[in-house]
T-cell receptor, first 113, second 117 residues
Framework: DTEVTQTPKHLVMGMTNKKSLKCEQHMGHRAMYWYKQKAKKPPELMFVYSYEKLSINESVPSRFSPECPNSSLLNLHLHALQPEDSALYLC????????????FGPGTRLTVL | AQKVTQAQTEISVVEKEDVTLDCVYETRDTTYYLFWYKQPPSGELVFLIRRNSFDEQNEISGRYSWNFQKSTSSFNFTITASQVVDSAVYFCALRGGRGSTLGRLYFGRGTQLTVWP
C-alpha cells in the first residue's frame, strides 16, 4: 500500500474559523511532511516530522500549527488564516533516511474568504 | 546551496512525438539524490524516479527514460511516443545528503507538458 490519504479534499473557511487538515499513511514511514503549493508554483516545504517529532519548521506563521499524534497521522491546524493562505496543501511521507522518495497525498484545496 | 533549474516552462507536442524535459541542478554535496515527479491536473504529485549521485546509469521504464550526467549536472527526462495522458506538470527535485538538509526537497519550478491528440 503506497497511499497517502488527505481529508478534506476541499475546504472553504473564513478568516475567523478554526479548521484542521488531516493526513494518514500506512506505509510504516517515520517521516511526514506538509507542503503548500500556489498555482503554477512548485511545492514549498512547511514542516517535517521525523519519528513524531518536529524536525523542520520553515518559518511558517503561527496561524498554522502542525501535530503528529502518532506515526501514521499528521494534522495541520488552521486558525485566523488570511486570503493569501489559499493554496493546495500537500502531505507526504517517506522513510526517514535522506535518499528515500517522498510519497504525496492528493492534497487539500483550501480557500480562505 | 541547492538549486534545480527547469528552463522549459511549457512544452506542447502532438501525440506520438518524443519529448525531453530538461533539469539542471546545483549542489556542493558529494552525495545527493535526484527525483522526478508528475503532477496531473488532479493535484497529486506522483513519484516517477529517484537517482543517487553515485549511480550514473541511465534508466528506462516503458516509454520513460532518464539521462543522468554528472559532468553537466543534468538529469533529463524523455517520454517516447507521448500520449494525451502524459499531460501534466513535471517537477525535477534535489535532496542533499548532509544532515542539515535531510528531508528537504528542492524543486525546480516545473515544466507544463501538454500533449495534443
Amino acid at each position: 500500500d503506497t497511499e497517502v490519504t488527505q481529508t478534506p479534499k476541499h475546504l472553504v473557511m473564513g478568516m475567523t474559523n478554526k479548521k484542521s487538515l488531516k493526513c494518514e499513511q500506512h506505509m510504516g514511514h517515520r517521516a511526514m511532511y506538509w507542503y503548500k503549493q500556489k498555482a503554477k508554483k512548485p511545492p514549498e516545504l512547511m514542516f517535517v516530522y521525523s519519528y513524531e517529532k518536529l524536525s523542520i519548521n520553515e518559518s511558517v506563521p503561527s496561524r498554522f500549527s502542525p501535530e503528529c499524534p502518532n506515526s501514521s497521522l499528521l494534522n495541520l491546524h488552521l486558525h485566523a488564516l488570511q486570503p493569501e493562505d489559499s493554496a493546495l496543501y500537500l502531505c507526504a511521507s517517506s522513510a526517514p533516511r535522506g535518499y528515500n522518495e517522498q510519497f504525496f497525498g492528493p492534497g487539500t484545496r483550501l480557500t480562505v474568504l | 546551496a541547492q538549486k534545480v533549474t527547469q528552463a522549459q516552462t511549457e512544452i506542447s507536442v502532438v501525440e506520438k512525438e518524443d519529448v525531453t524535459l530538461d533539469c539542471v541542478y546545483e549542489t556542493r554535496d558529494t552525495t545527493y539524490y535526484l527525483f522526478w515527479y508528475k503532477q496531473p491536473p488532479s493535484g497529486e504529485l506522483v513519484f516517477l524516479i529517484r537517482r543517487n549521485s553515485f549511480d550514473e546509469q541511465n534508466e528506462i521504464s516503458g516509454r520513460y527514460s532518464w539521462n543522468f550526467q554528472k559532468s553537466t549536472s543534468s538529469f533529463n527526462f524523455t517520454i517516447t511516443a507521448s500520449q494525451v495522458v502524459d499531460s501534466a506538470v513535471y517537477f525535477c527535485a534535489l535532496r542533499g545528503g548532509r544532515g542539515s538538509t535531510l528531508g528537504r526537497l528542492y524543486f525546480g519550478r516545473g515544466t507544463q507538458l501538454t500533449v495534443w491528440p
